[in-house]
């Protein structure tokens, strides 16, 4: 019996959450789910860390940055079904940063904006919904 092996790629996702309980989304410029809101996020290169992973996408993709040492793992997600190109595990972080952060959208973003947590688009892009419901219960407990 020959068994075939399955193709994992490797990313980190980051809830960013400011001091008025806003995250910060970015629309997402190319499919899948081009169009629609979700975490900054993306895969992790060669030889790096999801930390670093994490800390690298978010200033790539909304110019805020933040300190590997102020990121908090939420969990992994990996369900198989997650991103409709294939097999996808994602590490998720949650970090703290002070109202008024300044975001800019870069280069998969067509959009970055902070959200109040209590009114997030009503489909969020992969199984980021998911994760910003962990982020949450995270932020509250603090």
Known sequence: MTETLETIRYTADIAIID???HVLLIERRWDPYEGSWALPGGHVDPGET???A???ELEEETSVRVAAQDLR???VWDAPDRDPRGRYVTIAYLAIVP???QATPGDDARHAA???LDALP???AFDHSQILAAARRQHEQR
Do not use: D, H, K, Y
């Open 50 to 52: 999801s930390l670093a």
């Open 114 to 116: 902070w959200w109040p």
């Open 54 to 56: 994490a800390v690298r």
């Open 19 to 21: 001091t008025n309980a």
């Open 99 to 101: 109202a008024g952060t």
């Open 73 to 75: 793992q939420l969990g």
């Open 122 to 124: 009503e489909q969020l």
